[in-house]
């Protein structure tokens, strides 16, 4: 069976080996899809190459004429960097291939590159994803996707194995990023109101684990109110599934957007603060919920307990990680 899928299906390039990356190609790997994989750092590669994906030393390597590429990578200028250039791999998809971007980035550069692209005859599609590392592996990852009606057809059963829930917005490869930095401001408008809540129980003397169980078993008894609610009480940030960083890269693509067509966004401006204190604070690298302990400090709370792995400042920043 494993030789029929191989015969069958198509070579995929795939560039992007981070914490959502690693585990999309694994499991396209599995269903049967001949791998050609970039990663800046190679080691995290060791796994696909053991089953059988070939690890290139750039990133044209991964292109083929008419090919498929994928990309998940940190944020727009990393994704220019590693596909631009005359002999970059999109380049090399000429004639008539498509790139897969599933980066979250700013609707305008997702329109900058579809523009690119076309002019060389290369389509580009947006397909952001949402998920943690343990969605991804399971192959549960939900897709935002935009672009031309072919190459989405074409690409769709890659992406039915990357995720259980593939949502098409269109034409417009920018509308699926603007979808999913809006999600992304609902998920971290959902962490602010979570660290406001529990501080306001905990110093009124309420237990803010019990009251953190009740909240995800009632009204908002969903994954984000239930999984974060618990790393919030129990201060685990480490290890990050999506770091603070990234959070605040997210938060300014969201007010970036707004700003484009005067969305006023006041809560996106609390919660770049938020974000930008935890960095300030050395939290970048830890998980993004760690913005609520912003929330306790100014109420005057101290962190309940120091990450596990970093070292935290006399006001509570994180000054080196030791994991």
């Known amino acids: ?13 795939f560039i992007g080996l981070g914490n959502m990356g690693l585990p999309m190609a694994t499991n396209l790997l599995k269903a049967g899809y001949r791998l050609r994989v970039f990663n800046r ?18 990133p044209a390597g991964v292109a083929l004429p008419g090919g498929i590429l994928i990309t998940s990578l940190a944020n727009d200028q990393v994704l220019q960097q590693l596909i631009g250039g005359e002999d970059g791999p999109i380049t090399c998809l000429v004639p008539a291939g498509i790139h897969v971007s599933m980066s979250t980035i ?71 990023n603007v979808v999913k930095v809006a999600y992304n401001f609902l998920i971290a408008a959902a962490l602010e109101s979570m660290a406001e809540a529990f501080t306001l129980v905990e110093k009124n003397g309420i ?16 994954a984000v109110y239930q999984n974060y609610g618990k790393e919030i009480v129990e201060e685990q940030y480490l290890p990050a599934r999506f770091k603070l960083s990234l959070g605040l890269k997210d938060i300014a693509l969201v007010l970036q957007t707004a700003a484009s067509n005067h969305t006023p966004m006041p809560l996106a401006d609390l919660l770049h603060n938020h974000f930008l204190t935890g960095v300030a604070k050395g939290r970048a690298d830890l998980d993004w919920a760690a913005m609520a302990l912003s929330v306790r400090e100014a109420a005057g709370l101290s962190a309940r307990r120091e990450p596990q792995g970093v070292a935290l400042r006399a006001d509570g920043g994180a000054v080196r990680s030791i994991v």
């Open 1 to 13: 069976m494993a030789g029929e899928q191989h015969s069958t299906l198509p070579t995929v390039g």
């Open 207 to 222: 237990d803010a684990g019990r009251f953190a169980d009740m909240v995800g078993r009632t009204q908002f008894a969903c």
């Open 106 to 176: 700013s609707p305008a550069t997702a329109l900058k590159l579809a523009e690119d692209h076309e002019r060389i005859g290369v389509t580009y599609l947006a397909a952001p994803i949402l998920g943690r590392p343990e969605v991804a592996a399971a192959g549960e990852l939900s897709v935002f996707l935009a672009g031309p009606a072919a190459a989405k057809e074409k690409v769709h059963p890659l992406l039915r194995v990357i995720g259980q829930n593939v949502f098409d917005f269109g034409e417009s490869p920018a509308s699926a």
């Open 41 to 58: 750092t190679p080691e995290r590669a060791a796994s696909l190459v053991a089953g059988g994906a070939k690890l290139e030393s750039r």
